[in-house]
């Protein structure tokens, strides 16, 4: 920070802070790291065909479903709270849009801001639960967590009578102009355009090998964009580190505590609505197990990403690089010749690694004494 | 003790009061803190309230500033009846409030809880967001004003001194402060020169024609800047005095409750 008035002194007091020293005080510079070097390990240890074109669309796939999450579930951890019902809120919003698309034959113009809708209302459900009763979030979501699985079984078997899948997405939602938002491959064009000067792998026939961007992987890098300004560039963000940092002071100060947080839980149900949006589009039915275990991932790609478990510290842009991690690590080792199952293994690691460095990189930033 | 001559002080403005309160009550549970306390502070002067660890001040004050709703008592703003719902009501009618304990989050610099709830935004639409250079000046020069440099404005407030993280404090309350000012206990980490300035600066913002409410248990500093003096103790008020009327060994005798102190003074053989 540069002053003009003219009684500005510089601090005699204030050493000069070096680029590296700024940097170590961003939170998503774990993350950052933690790309780098799993990069160099597949690097060495993979088949080179993990880091051509299709093989980055490869990992990136997966790392965009769990990092739409993931953002959700850092806002909501910046902001003070968990949210373990995300994994069980993509199957049970899952069920709402495949029921309003098949059961009911909604066109997508009304079933995806109907399954928005529905999803914030359980997010908001949550938040005033957590907020009336004062109750740790992690107790009333882990509930959540049992009631909305058991529910989307309930409800699959009431809609299909008797089975656990509900079919027929596909055909459903056939020829629907909204359709291409939410599914399928985006700026197919511009990799055909590609294709054709030989700038990307191509098929013996000429066709591109990727035959465009998957939309998840358009959604995440937005979300993860606006994420980010949000936290850092509005007022909202602002009251999200408060509300996490302290809320009672938050409170003090006249930021809207409450609303915050429960503003908080729907978009991160909301970010689970789309990720059950945009992967049962894809698969074209969804099942029971949709997202099965996503909140732990949610969560440990958020800590990765630099988020403090007692809330007030993290980024958006950490749990973005974080997801990427997953993604690659969990494709990445089928690329090696290691057992695949090292990948928990890997996982727990990289989790206890982050903790610890978070917890000295907060202290770094505190000064805490 | 001396009673000092520092600030100018007129006689107590008698124009209506910003904020008048009548026979508070805030029970807990089964703990009554306030049993029914009559304050109120007008345009223009510095309303010092005083008493013992535990009197009721920071509970008392905390009605005023929307924390508490009060149990029994009625609030009036500017002649109308009012109850504020939030901090954040008390703050859009013009009341701010150095808390006790500050309400500073120490992960956040000092820019962003300088402005936390009330952030300046420029733009507009989509892209109305913080106006952040204007934050950081501000920030700068509130704390400049109050004879603290420092160092960078989004240097976390974690890492501030006790005294420079309750003069971030005062400086953000005096800025936000449009009608009515409320210091609890501002100066209890705060060096001389520091006390001085904040003293200074109540004496300014009541020459705007702020109200003041100064807690303080430095009788001293109270009769610095006071205008007129309340006494509360064990969840009422002993009485208000105007300054002129009221000595400060009487001050200090209501304040810790008489007797007792008059012993200590007798015990230790000089003035406590
Ligand atoms: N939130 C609360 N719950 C229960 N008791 C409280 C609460 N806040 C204050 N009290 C009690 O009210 C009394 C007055 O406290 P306080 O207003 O902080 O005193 P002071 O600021 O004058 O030192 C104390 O006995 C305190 O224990
Ligand atoms: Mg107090």
Known sequence: MTD?????????????????????????????????????FFLITAD?????????????????QLGILAIGAAMLMIGGEFDLSIGSMVAFSGLFFAAATVTFGMPLIVAIPATFLFSAAVGSLNGFIVIRSGLPSFIVTLAFLFILRGLSLVGLKLATGGSTQLRGVRDAIEGDWLAPIFSGDAFGGMFAWLAERGLVETFNNGAPKVPGLPIEIVWFVIIALLATWVLLRTPAGNWIFAAGGDANAATNSGVPVRRVKISLFMVTACCAALVAIITVMDAGSTDARRGFQKEFE???????????????????????????????????????????????????????????????????????? | MTDDTKFHHGDAPETAPIVEMKNIEKHFGNIIALAGVSFDVRPGECHCLLGDNGAGKSTFIKTMSGVHKPTKGEIHFEGRPMSFDSPRDAMEAGIATVFQDLAMIPLMSVTRNFFMGREPTKGSGPFKRMDVDRMNQTTMDGMRSMGINLRAPDQAVGTLSGGERQTVAIARAVHFGAKVLILDEPTSALGVRQTSNVLATIDKVRKQGIGVVFISHNVRHALAVGDRFTVLNRGKTLGTAKRGDISPEELQDLMAGGQEMAQLEGSLGGTV
């Open chain 1, 48 to 64: 080179p065909a993990m880091f051509t074109l299709s093989g980055i669309i490869n990992f990136m796939t997966p790392a965009a």
């Open chain 1, 4 to 40: 003009t008035t003219p009684q500005a002194v510089v601090d005699e007091r204030l050493k000069s802070e070096s680029f590296g020293a700024r940097l170590m005080k961003r939170p998503e510079l774990g993350a950052i790291a933690g790309v780098i070097l799993v990069t160099i």
């Open chain 1, 298 to 369: 949610a969560i440990i790609a958020a800590v990765i990403g630099g988020c403090l478990l007692t809330g007030g510290y993290g980024s958006a842009v950490g749990a973005f690089f974080g997801a990427i991690i997953f993604g690659m690590v969990v494709i990445g080792l089928t690329y090696t010749g290691f057992d695949q199952d090292w990948f928990q293994v890997f996982l727990g690691g990289m989790l206890l690694i982050a903790v610890l460095f978070n917890n000295a990189i907060r202290k770094r930033v505190t000064g805490e004494r």
